[in-house]
């Protein structure tokens, strides 16, 4: 049973442009919706997360939009670079924990 | 440097072989775990572990197993009745509510592959 859904699978952007990744959820309990960076041949990394208690993150060109009555939140890459190139994970946990689920990925390629 | 160590990077095994991936952190975190990535899957979550002595399964932890006798390491072994074993493994760690995070640490991760 997949707790949280990832789209796209892969996604190609120009240079500039902004990159939007969707994931939904299913289980209410979830509280706290990180974003993982991962880089051929690494391991993943923390990119940006958030909470139900705001709408919206921002870090730099990177900003998490979150719909809590539509169970959704999606990652926006706003004037997306080639080394932005890599795997985004979403993913979600309860009680504000590690344990967490992982979407299935979206591998984004930006191009010149 | 802090951080995790994986090993052995790439693993070739013959079928029916078990095999044991090292992981090692130096984060002093309490919490560790385990997870196996497939094209197209996500992460999926072996075994995890929050204090030594102690680990639970995940959602896949079947022919798989685990040990947790030193708060610094915490070997996967993948053993023979693992019926699709070839896989892409990552061992994180984290120190449960550290901050308002909760974030996991990664390793590189170790390449199986099954002959």
């Known amino acids: 049973q997949q707790q949280v859904k990832q789209s796209p699978q892969s996604l190609i952007v120009q240079k500039g442009g902004i990159s939007i990744i969707n994931c939904a959820y299913e289980n209410t309990a979830f509280d706290y919706f990180p974003w993982y960076q991962q880089f051929p041949g690494k391991g993943p990394a923390l990119l940006i997360a958030?909470?139900?208690?705001?709408s919206e993150k921002k870090e730099g060109r990177f900003t998490i939009s979150f719909n809590k009555s539509a169970k959704q939140f999606s990652l926006h890459i706003m004037d997306s670079q080639p080394g932005d190139s890599a795997t985004y994970f979403c993913?979600?946990?309860?009680?504000?924990?590690?344990?967490?689920?992982f979407g299935t990925g979206t591998q984004l390629k930006v191009e010149l | 440097d802090g951080g995790i160590t994986q090993s052995p990077k790439y693993l070739f095994r013959k079928e029916g072989q078990n095999v044991t991936l090292s992981c090692e952190q130096n984060?002093?975190?309490?919490?560790m775990y385990w997870y196996r990535q497939d094209p197209g899957q996500g992460l999926r979550l072996i075994y995890y572990s929050q204090i030594v002595n102690d680990f639970q399964k995940g959602d896949i932890a079947e022919g798989y197993s685990v040990s947790r006798e030193k708060k610094e390491s915490f070997p996967l072994t993948v053993t023979s009745a693992q019926k699709n074993p070839t896989a892409f493994y990552l061992c994180?760690?984290?120190?449960?509510?550290?901050?308002?995070?909760?974030?996991?640490?990664f390793g590189e991760g170790s390449r199986l592959t099954v002959l």
């Open positions: 984060l002093n975190h309490d919490a």
């Open positions: 994180a760690s984290s120190t449960p509510g550290q901050g308002d995070t909760g974030e996991l640490f």
């Open positions: 958030i909470r139900p208690d705001v």
């Open positions: 993913a979600a946990s309860t009680g504000g924990g590690n344990k967490l689920t």
